[in-house]
């Protein structure tokens, strides 16, 4: 496919919420205007003794807000992608992961910009030219930047990759952290699979596709799970459900990860993350998903639902779990194969790789960053972005770091630094020194407590295969 170039190159708490501005919310200027009234073009950044902050809007509404170092500027401008927002939630502009991350890199002569996007949702359509066109803002207001990195987490991981995959002459490195790097219609197709499991399995009223009243919808579905997790096999088709997307058995950060036998405790680490965080994306935030493609982008005609299993993580406990309730596991894997299937609407799929699918073709450095319990973004995500980029000859541009941690996005300030310094000096060098864990884990330490909200737990880390691949390798429409 032709990728488009929208603009020039040139010119929940914590899961379901973006992350917030550092310093509230930005102040929209006028509609229509990309320039802050109070300061002329070509500004100097940095070097006046104190950090600034300037924000503006878009033409097309979004806000955007740009911060310069008190001190001396080295050049280079840190582009951040917030995550998802809540369909009609709060929107601030957000230029950083934290507070602390954000002081360490003006301190340290970097630049600030990130805009709101223009609208909230699965935002993807709007986020990469009001990114894009962010960067354009900063140049106006103050110089153009000699080197722009993009980051971002969670959906703001998929922006940043597909920043540098729709802009590459734009950004001279990417940190995509916990980021939907499976692509759009990999991410549904998943949490389709689930759904329909869950439908077929426990609660067959609830809908998965076409949902005509989302809020209640979601209610009946946190219902049917509540009950479920009430008896032995409720518990073992949940679980079961969760391997349809490869479900971590640990949820809380800081907590420590359950026995690889353990059974009882990763199934209620899996209750924890379906009732608390993904529920609302898969059996209510479906309906925004598909009011913006223009139906259904999702399907499981020809998905072996057996197969998946077989390649799931959660193998070994959901077939423990079935057998502990007495209840037959091919009889249930009968049910999913022989239950009417959903189709896609062609169009709807067009706009969801549209918004966002991989080439895996990279021209600059990509350093990932990923927990490896995170069960929003599950981290075979990693899988699926190496494999699209290795298939496209660019693996050596690419390197992935992983924690050890249960969590959607749950780095410390200090993991998050350490890996934005590894970045660095491979955008100085030219070349990639990725230490070992262990000197990961020294250097983040040696940050201070402030950075440390939790020890440092960088890890060597394999993900799994992500269960159902897309990238747009060889795809025709």
């Known amino acids: 496919m032709r990728h488009r170039r929208r603009l020039s190159a040139v010119a929940i708490a914590g899961a379901l919420l973006a992350v917030a501005a550092m310093t509230g919310p930005a102040s929209a200027a006028p509609a229509g205007t990309a320039r802050p009234a109070h300061l002329g073009s070509g500004q100097a950044c940095g070097g006046t003794g104190t950090t600034s902050t300037v924000t503006g809007a878009l033409s097309d509404g979004a806000t955007y807000e740009l911060q310069c170092p008190a001190g001396r500027w080295n ?79 969670s959906l703001g991981g998929m922006i940043t990759a597909g920043l540098i995959q729709e802009y590459p002459r734009l950004f001279s490195a990417a940190l ?50 509540a009950a479920a997790q009430q008896t032995p096999q409720g518990r073992a088709r949940m679980a079961l459900v969760s391997a349809m997307s490869d479900t971590p058995g640990w949820f809380t950060p800081g907590s420590p990860e359950p026995a690889a036998t353990d059974y009882t405790a990763q199934e209620d680490n899996q209750f924890q993350w379906a009732s608390q965080v993904t529920f609302p994306f898969v059996f209510d935030f479906r309906a925004e998903l598909e009011a913006r493609a223009g139906g259904n982008p999702s399907w499981t005609t020809g998905v072996n639902f057996a197969a998946e299993l077989a390649s799931s993580t959660d193998l070994r406990e959901v077939e423990a779990l079935y057998q502990a309730a007495g209840l037959s596991l091919n009889a249930d894997l009968r049910t999913l194969s022989q239950a009417p299937r959903i189709s896609a609407n062609p169009k709807s799929v067009r706009y969801l790789a549209d918004n966002v699918a991989y080439t895996g073709r990279i021209s600059v450095p990509v350093l990932t960053i990923h927990t490896t319990g995170d069960g929003l973004v599950v981290p075979e995500n990693e899988q699926a972005y190496r494999q699209a980029v290795d298939r496209a000859g660019d693996g050596s541009l690419l390197r992935q770091l992983f924690v050890s941690r249960a969590g959607h996005c749950a780095f410390t300030p200090a993991e998050m630094i350490t890996a934005i310094k590894v970045l660095v000096d491979r955008m100085s060098s030219g070349r990639w020194h990725v230490p070992p864990v262990a000197q990961l884990n020294a250097a983040a330490a040696a940050l201070g407590t402030a950075a440390n909200t939790l020890p440092p737990q960088y890890t060597t880390y394999q993900p799994a295969p992500y269960l159902r691949p897309f990238d747009l390798a060889g795809w025709r429409w």
């Open 75 to 153: 050049g280079t401008l840190f582009l951040f992608s917030h995550g998802y927002v809540v369909p009609g939630g709060a929107n601030p502009a957000a230029d950083a992961s934290d507070p602390v991350t954000a002081g360490w890199l003006l301190a340290n002569g970097y630049a600030l910009a990130g805009s709101s996007y223009a609208s909230t949702g699965w935002s993807v359509q709007q986020a990469i030219p009001d990114q894009a066109a962010t960067v354009a803002a900063f140049g106006r207001a103050y110089q153009a930047p000699r080197r722009t990195v993009a980051w971002g987490e």
């Open 176 to 225: 995509p952290a916990c980021g939907v790097l499976s692509g759009g219609v990999a991410t549904w197709n998943t949490a389709l699979d689930a759904a329909f499991a869950f439908q077929q399995l426990v609660d067959p009223d609830v809908q998965v596709t076409g949902i005509t009243s989302p809020a209640a919808n979601l209610t009946a579905a946190e219902t049917a799970l």
